[in-house]
């Protein structure tokens, strides 16, 4: 009998250390794959030492399109994810790429916006930018290494991974934010729309920040 292969448009990689917060991150997945269908989920356990409470975790996120991997790191201590975005490639099954931390919340709006766009372009798009919306400004910051995070969620094509070897492992925050930069230098981006201004964040420094509109 043949083995049923199951389709996906999207896979999603969640680097964990097991935070309370990564069952309800998962709920909005699943809440959203019930609509669509079509989302497959890595969620990349980065913890060496699994206890009772961290198993009752796991029993409750598990079903047949979330996949339950534990990374053996070759670097001591939490590298913040990367390493473990790097182990879950040869798992990816989906036609596009997206990096969701436990602590993303929500994301639904994001997953139909994204299917919106593709309906759309049918599939142009090698990478997709979704730039965040902070006290009513879309921004995103470039370059890597000025801000603590990459204030924005991307969709892309897994064939950009295969070009270079992209995520490192180490202790570097940033990693988001470099990962994002040598994509951009891999494919086009091309950014969802909205009547919002697009701004770029050059530098932020106690809570003082410099931009510009785009």
């Not at 929500?106 to 916006?113: A, M, Q, T, W, Y």
Request: aromatic content about 10%; overall charge positive.
């Amino acid at each position: 009998m043949e083995k049923h292969i199951q389709k996906y448009l999207i896979t999603v990689i969640t680097p964990t250390i097991l935070r309370p917060e990564l069952k309800l991150l998962c709920d909005y997945i699943d809440k959203e794959n019930k609509e669509l269908g079509n989302i497959q989920h890595l969620v990349m356990i980065d913890k060496e030492v699994i206890d009772k409470t961290d198993n009752k975790l796991l029993e409750s996120i598990e079903n047949r399109d979330r996949e339950l991997i534990r990374v053996h790191k070759t670097v001591k201590g939490n590298d913040y994810g990367n390493a473990a975005r790097k182990v879950a490639y040869p798992f990816i099954k989906g036609k596009y790429v997206i990096n969701v931390d436990d602590d993303d919340l929500p994301i639904n709006d994001l997953f139909n916006k994204f299917c919106e766009l593709l309906v759309v372009h049918n599939e142009r798009h090698s990478l997709i930018i979704f730039p965040a919306l902070r006290a009513g400004l879309r921004f995103f910051n470039i370059p890597a290494g000025k801000c603590k995070t990459v204030s924005c969620q991307y969709f892309y094509k897994p064939i950009i991974k295969k070009k270079k070897i992209i995520w490192k492992e180490g202790n570097e925050y940033t990693q988001d934010g470099d990962f994002l930069e040598e994509i951009m230098g891999l494919a086009p981006a091309y950014y969802w729309e909205t009547e919002m201004p697009l701004i770029k964040v050059d530098y932020i420094s106690r809570g003082e920040r410099k931009v510009t509109k785009l």
